[in-house]
């Protein structure tokens, strides 16, 4: 068992209990009030100071007036980011860093260079077509591509941009 595991394990026998996970006083939140206020007050803290809201490390040094970091508009750091999306996936920071790599951090269809900023994780056979979240089925887009091909599958997607061009080059 890993840390996170070990982590959640403990997490889940306090929860059971009825206690906080944090100060083990009953509670019939995961965590109580006084330990959710705490960690919003930490939270806060953390964005006024330009620092990542989740883990307290440097995001950019710049904040805008609606306490979002400038030039990014989010107020966690990159890793934080990974972990994010990954857990959105079940899977570990480690496998979307592998695929940017695998990818040369360029998207699929546009060539683009990807950052964690412009980059989507696009699923090669769409959800709607029972697709899965596991990684040889996804891939890293440029976010505009992504919002484009939708529940598209590649042929498909490929179809639809072919179509567009072939009647605005010939007729529009
Ligand atoms: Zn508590
Ligand atoms: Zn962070």
Not at 8 to 16: D, G, M
Not at 26 to 39: A, E, G, W
Not at 126 to 145: F, R
Request: glycine share 4%; net charge positive.
């Amino acid at each position: 068992m890993n840390q996170s595991e070990r982590c959640k394990e403990r997490y889940s026998k306090l929860k059971n209990l009825g206690l906080c996970v944090k100060c083990k006083q009953p509670s019939d939140l995961t965590l109580c009030q006084v330990c959710r206020d705490k960690k919003n007050a930490r939270r806060k803290q953390r964005v006024n100071n330009g620092l990542c809201e989740w883990c307290g490390s440097i995001v950019g040094n710049k904040i805008t007036k609606s306490g979002k970091h400038a030039g990014c508009n989010r107020t966690i750091c990159d890793k934080c980011v990974l972990k994010q999306r990954a857990s959105y996936y079940k899977l570990k920071p480690s496998d979307l860093i592998k695929l940017f790599e695998k990818q040369n951090y360029t998207c699929s269809y546009s060539g683009e260079k990807l950052t964690i900023e412009n980059a989507e994780l696009d699923h090669v056979i769409p959800k709607s077509k029972s697709g899965t979240n596991t990684i040889d089925n996804l891939q890293w887009t440029a976010n505009w591509v992504n919002q484009m091909k939708k529940d598209f599958s590649e042929i498909e997607f490929l179809e639809k941009i072919e179509k567009i061009l072939n009647y605005r080059r010939n007729y529009a």
